[in-house]
C-alpha cells in the first residue's frame, strides 16, 4: 500500500505544480492580451479623432469651394454685366462724337466758362544795363576824326591851296567831309578808272589850266608844268612837316 501511495503523491505534486505553471502562463497571457487590447483602443480612439477631424476640415473645405464657386459664378455675371454697359456706353460715346460740332460746343465752353476778368496788362520789356550798352552803343566814332587824319588833311589842304593858287574854305571842306566818308566805298572802286583818265587827260593837254579834280588825286606826281609859284601862298618844308 505505501509503494502505491508514494507514485500518487508524486502525480499529486506533479499536477499541481503544473496547475501552477498553467495558471502563471494564463495570466501571463491575460495581461498581454488586456494590454494588446488597451493598445488597440488608445490607437483606435486616436485614428477615430484624427479621421473626425480630418473629415471635418474635408467638410469645410467642400463648404467653402460651393462658397467660392457660387462667389465666382456671381462675379462672372456682374462683370459680364458690366462688359455688356461699357459695351453700350463706348457705342453711345461714339454716336454722340459723330454728332458733335466742335465750332458750337467751343463757343459753348467760352461762354459757360468766360469770368469777364480783366487781366493787368503786361509790363513793359526792359533790358539789362549791359545790353541797353550793348544794343545802343551810340554813334561810332569815325575813323576820319582821329588826330593823324585831321593833322594829313590840313597838310593836303595846304598843297591844293598852293596848287590852285587860292585859299581852301575849311568849313566848306568840312561840310563835304560827311559825304566824302558816304562815298568812300564808290570812291575805292572807282579809284583805277579814274586813274587811268587822269593820266590821259594829263598827258594831252597843252593849257596852263590845271583840273582841281585831277590835282586832287595825285597833286605832287603830276606838276602844272606852266604855271608859276605864288609867293603870297608858297609852302615851305616847315609848314609841311608841321
Known sequence: MCEQIQPTQMNIATLQNKVI??????????????????????????????????????ERTV?????????????????????????????????????????????????????NTQKPPLPEPELYPDDKEILDPGPP???????????????????????????????ASSSNDHNHINSNS????????HSNSTSTSMSTSNSSNINPIETLHDPLAHPPPSQSPQPQTKLTEQEFDA
Open 21 to 58: 505553471y498553467l495558471r502563471a502562463q494564463a495570466k501571463e497571457a491575460k495581461d498581454i492580451y488586456v494590454f494588446a487590447v488597451r493598445t488597440h483602443r488608445e490607437f483606435r480612439l486616436k485614428h477615430d479623432n484624427i479621421t473626425a477631424q480630418t473629415l471635418e476640415q474635408l
Open 63 to 115: 463648404e467653402r469651394s460651393k462658397m467660392f464657386h457660387r462667389v465666382l459664378n456671381a462675379y462672372l455675371e456682374v462683370q459680364h454685366v458690366m462688359v455688356t454697359q461699357s459695351l453700350r456706353n463706348i457705342e453711345t460715346i461714339k454716336i454722340h462724337i459723330a454728332n458733335l460740332n466742335p465750332q458750337n460746343d467751343n463757343a459753348q465752353f467760352v461762354e459757360s466758362s468766360r469770368t
Open 141 to 171: 566814332e569815325l575813323s576820319e576824326n582821329t588826330p593823324d587824319v585831321r593833322k594829313w588833311c590840313a597838310k593836303w589842304r595846304i598843297v591844293i591851296g598852293t596848287i590852285l593858287g587860292r585859299d581852301i574854305d575849311l568849313s
Open 186 to 193: 564808290n570812291f575805292n572802286s572807282n579809284s583805277n578808272s
